[in-house]
């Protein structure tokens, strides 16, 4: 299974190579950590000193502010371990690093074994937790073959991704096996998952991490933005 799948995403990558290399060249896309998501470990995170790793994984703002308050948790609860984000847009990228430093922060493999191996090899993570719904195939099964244990948090199943994954449920129930825990927003995304394939006793609701978010204080502009609103009478306002 797993090596039909790397040939099939293989074929997939390479068909869609000039998609890719117009988005580079025209808007700037995805030439940023090139290096890294094809395997090259950068070497900030190469040159810090050995320790045993948690590696988080967010895919995008909304998620690296959701892990920002786990990240905390855990650097707190077990200063002994290296704490290490990937991510893998250019703007979470941006917001990981300023709030995790750069030393800690890298852009995330593309799901080839030759990609994923070195960071699992260099960190050799104890644990891996990663945010809402990353089911890499290869990637789960190489992180669980390392010996780490791993962890699915602010886990949801969209109504639009639901069909497509009930359709494949024999193959997503071999990749969930992989996932020792899986934390649910909602209810109905426990359900979802139960109905893809996650082992039952794997799956707990613990609600959405982002309303955990701390909000910032409120600009001064907005109260002002508020009162000419309301001196005009406009409205309504959408955001």
């Not at 190579?17 to 060249?25: C, D, G, I, K, S």
């Not at 940023?32 to 988080?56: D, H, N």
């Not at 250019?90 to 917001?95: A, E, F, K, N």
């Amino acid at each position: 299974m797993y090596l039909l799948y790397s040939t099939l995403l293989a074929l997939t990558l390479l068909l869609s190579m000039p998609y890719w290399a117009f988005q580079m060249l025209r808007h700037g896309k995805y030439h940023k950590g090139l290096s890294e998501r094809f395997g090259k470990v950068p070497s900030r995170i190469v040159s810090q000193p050995f320790r045993p790793a948690i590696w988080i994984h967010a895919v995008s703002v909304g998620e690296v502010l959701a892990i920002s308050g786990v990240v905390e948790l855990l650097r707190s609860n077990f200063p002994h371990y290296r704490i290490v984000v990937s991510t893998t847009t250019d703007t979470s990228q941006c917001l990981a690093r300023q709030r995790f430093g750069e030393a800690n922060v890298f852009y995330f493999p593309l799901d080839f074994g030759f990609a994923i191996l070195p960071y699992l090899r260099l960190l050799r993570p104890v644990l891996v937790v990663i945010a809402e719904t990353e089911f890499w195939p290869n990637f789960l099964r190489l992180a669980h073959e390392s010996g780490a244990r791993i962890a699915i948090v602010n886990a949801r199943i969209s109504d639009r991704s639901l069909p497509g994954y009930r359709l494949f449920s024999r193959v997503f129930k071999r990749i969930l096996n992989q996932v020792d825990l899986f934390l649910t927003q909602t209810s109905e995304d426990v359900r979802r998952l139960h109905a893809i394939g996650a082992p039952g006793d794997r799956v707990h609701k613990s609600g959405n991490l982002k309303f955990e978010v701390s909000l910032p204080p409120p600009n001064p502009i907005v109260g002002s933005l508020r009162s000419a609103l309301q001196q005009a009478g406009a409205g309504p306002v959408f955001v």
